[in-house]
């Protein structure tokens, strides 16, 4: 019975070793499972870390589509009720409003604190955004709608001291200007004899006898010939006749405002001026002193506004410092005739 407990004793207390020995971690165990945590707790670290990401660039993105639905609602409103432009280009649109206490709505962007700024009439400036959320990086008005525009009846009076009054928009004249390259169609009226002068051969569909044409480069410069039965050619730049040396003369379209200026010149009748502004002697502004004249066509009360602007998150974190560009087109639903 002795000898039984004595063997009962031993094999307890191996069994219990083997027990205990079973329930305890090596080193290379507790080395695998710390780095199996250190892992799970980098990869649940990382994924918290990409979604609140995710989530604030989505709280930009929506930021920045708020600012720009207010900008186009904006725009749209004094725009679509403008009567006309007064002046257009750059980062300024200046409209012409049928009321005495908005007009001129002036939009412009100051480069210095990235802000667009609305002014109706002699009130204050408004802010439209505030550049330390959302900042306006660039901001650009321009006018668009039809390649071709005729010349307004108010402002259609060139000048030539032998003749007299040139009427770029007498009835019967149908003149259409291209905006930009492109050719000029239709006739100028002199006033003192009656005859016209043809801007293009299609005009009195003479081309399969003599062709020519003015016509426009991309920035407004004219050149080529016109003709008059009764005064012969009218060059409108003196790379046309091969003249610069001699007399550096030419006429120009603005291509923001629609604005002729500068000389033609006929060997017949002289020069003809299309513009006040330098009508005078040494092309001297004579607009006040002798008589306020031009010629312009309709792009600032005919055409529809286009808008290309930037915001841009203000934020020192790359990562959220997000840009968006936009372009929107308005139209001016009633302009003045």
Same mark, same amino acid.
């Given at each position: 019975?002795?000898?039984?407990?004595?063997?009962?004793?031993?094999?307890?207390?191996?069994?219990?070793?083997?027990?205990?020995?079973?329930?305890?971690?090596?080193?290379?165990?507790?080395?695998?499972?710390?780095?199996?945590?250190?892992?799970?707790?980098?990869? *649940?670290?990382?994924?918290?870390?990409? *979604?609140?990401?995710?989530?604030?660039?989505?709280?930009?993105?929506?930021?920045?589509?708020?600012?720009?639905?207010?900008?186009?609602?904006?725009?749209?409103?004094?725009?679509?009720?403008?009567?006309?432009?007064?002046?257009?280009?750059?980062?300024? *649109?200046?409209?012409?409003? !049928?009321?005495?206490?908005?007009?001129?709505?002036?939009?412009?962007?100051?480069?210095?604190?990235?802000?667009?700024?609305?002014?109706?009439?002699?009130?204050?400036?408004?802010?439209?955004?505030?550049?330390?959320?959302?900042?306006?990086?660039?901001?650009?008005?321009?006018?668009?709608?039809?390649?071709?525009?005729?010349?307004?009846?108010?402002?259609?009076?060139?000048?030539?001291?032998?003749?007299?009054?040139?009427?770029?928009?007498?009835?019967?004249?149908?003149?259409?200007?291209?905006?930009?390259?492109?050719?000029?169609?239709?006739?100028?009226?002199?006033?003192?004899?009656?005859?016209?002068?043809?801007?293009?051969?299609?005009?009195?569909?003479?081309?399969?006898?003599?062709?020519?044409?003015?016509?426009?480069?991309?920035?407004?410069?004219?050149?080529? @010939?016109?003709?008059?039965?009764?005064?012969? @050619?009218?060059?409108?730049?003196?790379?046309?006749?091969?003249?610069?040396?001699?007399?550096?003369?030419?006429?120009?379209?603005?291509?923001?405002?629609?604005?002729?200026?500068?000389?033609?010149?006929?060997?017949?009748? /002289?020069?003809?001026?299309?513009?006040?502004?330098?009508?005078?002697? /040494?092309?001297?502004?004579?607009?006040?002193?002798?008589?306020?004249?031009? *010629?312009? !066509?309709?792009?600032?009360?005919?055409?529809?506004?286009?808008?290309?602007?930037?915001?841009?998150?203000?934020?020192?974190?790359?990562?959220?410092?997000?840009?968006?560009?936009?372009?929107?087109?308005?139209?001016?639903?009633?302009?003045?005739?």
């Amino acid at each position: 019975m002795k000898k039984f407990n004595t063997e009962y004793r031993i094999q307890n207390t191996e069994y219990n070793y083997s027990r205990s020995a079973r329930k305890a971690f090596t080193l290379l165990e507790l080395l695998i499972y710390s780095g199996i945590l250190v892992i799970s707790a980098g990869l *649940v670290s990382g994924i918290v870390y990409t *979604v609140s990401k995710a989530n604030l660039r989505t709280q930009v993105n929506e930021e920045l589509n708020i600012q720009l639905t207010r900008f186009e609602e904006i725009f749209r409103q004094k725009i679509e009720s403008a009567k006309g432009i007064n002046s257009i280009g750059g980062s300024t *649109v200046n409209l012409k409003i !049928d009321d005495v206490n908005k007009d001129p709505t002036e939009f412009t962007l100051t480069d210095n604190d990235n802000v667009v700024y609305l002014q109706e009439g002699t009130g204050d400036q408004a802010a439209l955004n505030d550049s330390k959320r959302v900042k306006v990086t660039s901001l650009s008005f321009s006018p668009t709608g039809p390649s071709k525009t005729s010349i307004s009846p108010t402002n259609d009076y060139a000048w030539n001291d032998q003749v007299g009054w040139i009427d770029f928009a007498h009835s019967g004249g149908n003149v259409y200007v291209a905006r930009g390259a492109g050719d000029l169609w239709g006739l100028g009226y002199v006033l003192s004899d009656s005859h016209w002068i043809s801007l293009n051969c299609v005009s009195t569909d003479s081309c399969s006898s003599i062709e020519y044409k003015v016509f426009s480069d991309a920035d407004g410069n004219l050149f080529g @010939w016109a003709w008059s039965e009764n005064f012969g @050619w009218i060059s409108f730049n003196c790379l046309t006749d091969n003249s610069c040396s001699f007399s550096d003369y030419k006429v120009i379209i603005d291509q923001d405002t629609g604005e002729f200026d500068g000389y033609a010149y006929s060997e017949n009748i /002289g020069w003809i001026s299309f513009n006040c502004k330098t009508g005078g002697a /040494g092309r001297k502004d004579i607009c006040f002193s002798t008589s306020d004249y031009k *010629v312009q !066509d309709l792009r600032l009360r005919t055409i529809s506004v286009k808008v290309d602007i930037t915001v841009q998150y203000n934020s020192e974190k790359p990562e959220l410092a997000i840009s968006r560009t936009n372009t929107f087109v308005f139209n001016i639903i009633t302009p003045t005739k």
